[in-house]
């Protein structure tokens, strides 16, 4: 009777952000720091937006190989609202994977971990109803993109 509800999944948005070159910053106090810019980009689903330029990734490579993932990007849809997003997670994986990526080789998702919890906000009213879920999400790199679908947890 006053037991918790037990969360699901619904697709909501796939996001398609094209990325610029990582810049290894190196060792720092927080540990090996990457910065990967967000270039562009689409988000299309529940937000239908354009990505802008001027977002990245700021990447931890922790010690044993796997990447702590914090990226902070907007989006703007065609009426001209904005949609920040704001993403943590973790990508790891066998070292000759996470190295093979690093190259920008194509690799079965399947041989590695990529997920991500996805925060949005925005002023657009139609879309401020975003802002009351907690979103969840599986990820894809490339050579200079990175794919994910996001999915609500309900």
């Given amino acids: 009777m006053n037991e918790p509800v037990v969360p699901g999944l619904e697709a909501a948005f796939e996001v398609d952000a094209r990325l610029g070159e990582l810049q290894d910053h190196g060792v720092t106090r927080a540990g090996h720091r990457r910065v990967v810019p967000i270039v562009g980009g689409r988000i299309t689903g529940l937000v239908e937006a354009e990505i802008l330029p001027g977002g990245a990734d700021w990447q931890l490579v922790r010690p044993d190989g796997a990447v702590e993932v914090d990226t902070r990007y907007t989006a703007r849809t065609a009426e001209g609202g904005h949609v920040y997003l704001s993403t943590s997670g973790v990508r790891s994986g066998r ?60």
């Fill in 95 to 154: 070292p000759e994977v996470l190295e093979a990526l690093l190259r920008g080789d194509l690799v079965d998702p399947s041989e590695y971990y990529f997920r991500l919890a996805v925060r949005l906000e925005t002023s657009v009213p139609g879309l401020a109803v975003l802002e009351q879920s907690i979103f969840v999400a599986s990820a894809v790199r490339g050579a200079d993109w990175v794919r994910y679908t996001a999915f609500r947890v309900t």
